[in-house]
């Protein structure tokens, strides 16, 4: 009997396929032949990956030529295939903005009214557009939609927006942001049931990584006196570990502590006299 496999889309070459093939790998995950071919071979878990434009992919994944794929939300909410976003991965963040050009006054929402926009999502642009009963021309392009108010063919664009400097350089200004995006797993929704198993094992993976990035290893020497105070500070998965120094009336705190937190904590870490502080990334996190 042959092993039982995933297949998962990713796209093959562009924003997206660094990021996809990076958290694969974190996984523990090998993404080898990838270069020209459709298919590309995976080590370290059951999986076959197929390398796509990330506009195909829901599709794939809707008809089970894929089991599960990788690609920002935008793409699956523009394409709206029967699929489902089972996690958010934290790559490839941007969001769908409205633009207009910088000269022009932005009159809010209604001003949108009866105007030519162009887009390379429209519809997403016209659910939009439904919600607030508005009605728009709208102008579907697939590429460098941003020049299209400056060759006088749009009084608005809505597009993906990252740092700004496209929108920027070709004299636009974002009015409102109508989404934010970024890579999501989704999975097509009957999977059998030794599919499943290995989707959760691979999202199991997955959930580790993302707990590590956002977490840090801290290794500091404390003041024994000062041991209650510094172990409220950062408590750990658990509790800190604590081993005794050399030095009497001293000794070493191990712990786990936030990257968000950890600006603000280290303050309070040094004034209740925590010296030697060291912070370690983490590779894996599991609870
Ligand atoms: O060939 P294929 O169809 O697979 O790729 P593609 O050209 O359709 O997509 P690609 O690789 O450009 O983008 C894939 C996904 O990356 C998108 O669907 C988004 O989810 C995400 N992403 C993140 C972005 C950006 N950032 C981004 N900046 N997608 C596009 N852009 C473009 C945007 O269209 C605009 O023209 O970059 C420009 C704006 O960038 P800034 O930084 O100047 O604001
Ligand atoms: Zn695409």
């Not at 926009?117 to 557009?129: C, K, V």
């Not at 009963?133 to 020049?147: K, P």
Request: proline share 4%; hydrophobic share 40%.
């Amino acid at each position: 009997m042959t092993e039982e496999r995933l297949t998962l889309a990713i796209q093959k070459s562009g924003r997206l396929s660094e990021g996809s093939i990076d958290l694969l790998k974190q996984c523990g995950i090998k993404v080898t032949n990838g270069g020209n071919h459709l298919k590309a071979a995976a080590d370290g878990f059951p999986l076959e990956i197929l390398l796509l434009r990330d506009d195909d992919i829901p599709q794939y994944v809707a008809d089970g030529v894929a089991d599960i794929g990788m690609l920002g939300l935008n793409e699956v909410l523009e394409k709206n295939k029967s699929v489902e976003v089972i996690k958010n991965l934290g790559f490839s963040r941007c969001r769908l903005s409205m633009a207009i050009p910088r000269e022009s006054n932005y009159g809010g929402r209604e001003s949108l009214q009866g105007k030519r926009i162009a887009t390379s999502y429209p519809a997403i642009l016209e659910s939009f557009l439904k919600e607030n009963n508005l009605s728009a021309e709208i102008h579907t392009l697939t590429g460098s939609v941003e020049i299209a108010p400056g060759i006088g063919m749009a009084d608005a664009i809505f597009e993906i927006v990252s740092s700004g400097g496209t929108l920027i350089s070709n004299g636009l200004k974002e009015v409102e942001v109508i989404m934010q995006s970024e890579a999501v797993l989704v999975a097509r929704p009957s999977l059998s049931e030794s599919k499943q198993r290995l989707l959760e094992s691979l999202l199991f993976r997955i959930e580790s990584v993302q707990k590590a990035r956002k977490n840090k290893y801290i290794l500091l020497n404390a003041p024994k006196a000062k041991l209650p105070e510094i172990t409220a500070l950062i408590p750990g998965m658990k509790s800190p570990t604590i081993l005794p120094l050399a030095m009497e009336g001293w000794c070493s705190m191990h712990s786990v502590i936030s990257e968000t937190d950890f600006w603000s904590v280290i303050d309070r870490l040094k004034a209740a006299g925590a010296e030697g502080i060291l912070v370690i990334p983490i590779e894996k996190m599991v609870m």
